[in-house]
């Protein structure tokens, strides 16, 4: 049994020129509970997904201790396994104001739920029994409306004609919806006009005041920014006390380039620019521009030139990124993404060749088998079925050198141009001066995650 929190605006909505209050109240918001098991266990799994739904006890604090060390460990672990997903997940986030569900998964699994997490720990050391209380009168709250109050929006079952002839549809969802559960708005799917009174919905439980988690309120980059506020003032109280002054070095440095100190070795780079969404028309080139970075360009130059295991570029989710992981050489890492824009538009770098392979590439992934968990699973949800996915597939095979170029300069030139794209970098903690002057040349702050 797994759970996972999406945050998703509609295809419809996922483009960074939409107005910040319309993406804003068009966000939604999904709790993801999911389970495998074999066809003749199918009625203890409904019972045992019951069981952890309606009638969990949170009340243990040694458990929820220990959860709370694996979590930050497994974060920890991930993070030196994965940077350049974090890195990107971070940049995304700085432009949550027209793209919010990009500054709400940064949250919840970037980042800054690192940094929350370590003050939650804190809060542990420091206020044990407060803290632990605090968690589970939440986790009840949280329990009480979406299991008993409200209940799931949408099922998915898959299985073979053997496991569908063993459930009927109204059975599986029963024990999970109160009766009350259709006169409350879905979370998933917009209310339509004449329903029920917004003054008759359940109140939200997230609208309550938890001082625990007041630092994931706010900007998007709020820890960051405490974070790095906190050691800027270290810094400067340690240079007064050794007679050199206050000396603020990062005076001018952009909301948009971040560089996280982790205890590692090598580095991960991030460099995002807002896009469209799948099924957006111009999405189709996008993709295979990442795609011919990524073979013909990136891998060459951040590989076999940088030094890095690897790296590469994506069209996904509304974002163009390019990445590299593993990486010695970051900040010639970020002066080749910007020459990458430059080798797009060259007319002899790109032939009907290197699309067709491309191309190729991109087929071998959007359809290849899928395990029967994954069936369904676009369409539920992210509203992409298969008439979507056509679709797709006929924009890809009408890509050509032309509209590859038209796209870069479209969408990703005056980004590069103009500093307007994000950056992050999760990089080691011992840094010798010339790599300080790099970032304080490139205006990249310095955040410690330790």
């Not at 209050?21 to 993801?32: P, Q």
């Not at 999970?176 to 004449?194: D, R």
């Amino acid at each position: 049994i797994g759970a996972e929190i999406h945050s998703m605006t509609p295809l419809n909505l996922l483009t960074a020129s939409e107005s910040s209050n319309e993406a804003h109240d068009s966000l939604r918001y999904l709790l993801e509970i999911s389970s495998f098991c074999l066809n003749r266990n199918l009625e203890p799994m409904l019972h045992l997904l019951e069981d952890c739904l309606l009638h969990a006890n949170y009340d243990s604090f040694e458990r929820l201790e220990t959860l709370l060390r694996d979590k930050i460990q497994s974060d920890i672990t991930h993070l030196m396994e994965a940077g350049h997903l974090y890195a990107i997940h971070h940049a995304a986030s700085a432009f949550g104001r027209s793209l919010p569900a990009l500054q709400i998964n940064e949250k919840l699994q970037g980042i800054s739920q690192i940094l929350f997490v370590g003050s939650l720990s804190n809060s542990l050391q420091a206020q044990r029994y407060a803290t632990l209380k605090e968690i589970v009168h939440l986790c009840n709250d949280l329990s009480y409306q979406l299991f008993r109050q409200q209940g799931p929006t949408r099922a998915l079952f898959v299985s073979d004609e053997q496991g569908h002839s063993r459930v009927d549809n109204e059975a599986l969802m029963a024990s999970f919806c109160p009766m009350e559960h259709h006169y409350h708005p879905s979370v998933y799917e917009p209310t339509s006009a004449g329903s029920l009174q917004t003054t008759e919905y359940p109140k939200p439980v997230f609208a309550g005041k938890y001082p625990v988690f007041e630092p994931l309120v706010g900007a998007s980059n709020k820890l960051v920014d405490k974070k790095y506020k906190r050691q800027k003032e270290e810094q400067q109280k340690s240079d007064a006390a050794s007679g050199g002054g206050s000396v603020d070095m990062h005076a001018h440095v952009s909301a948009l380039r971040n560089y996280f100190a982790v205890p590692s070795q090598v580095n991960y780079v991030s460099a995002v620019v807002p896009t469209v969404p799948y099924n957006h028309a111009d999405c189709a080139a996008l993709r295979v521009a990442a795609k011919l970075l990524s073979l013909n360009f990136l891998h060459h130059e951040i590989r076999e030139k940088n030094g890095a295991y690897g790296g590469g570029a994506t069209q996904n989710k509304s974002l163009f990124a390019m990445f590299s992981y593993r990486d010695p050489s970051s900040f010639k890492t970020v002066q080749t993404f910007g020459e990458s824009i430059h080798w797009l538009l060259k007319n002899d770098n790109v032939t009907d060749t290197d699309i067709d392979q491309a191309l190729l590439s991109l087929f071998g992934s959007l359809d290849a088998p899928k395990c029967p968990s994954e069936k369904g699973y676009q369409e539920l949800l992210q509203d992409i079925d298969e008439s979507v996915r056509q679709q797709h597939r006929e924009q890809l095979l009408a890509v050509n050198k032309q509209s590859i170029r038209d796209v870069v300069d479209k969408y990703l030139v005056t980004p590069f141009e103009e500093n307007e794209v994000a950056y992050s970098i999760v990089g080691k903690q011992d840094i010798d001066e010339s790599d300080k002057n790099e970032l304080e040349n490139n205006q990249f702050k310095f955040v410690t995650l330790g």
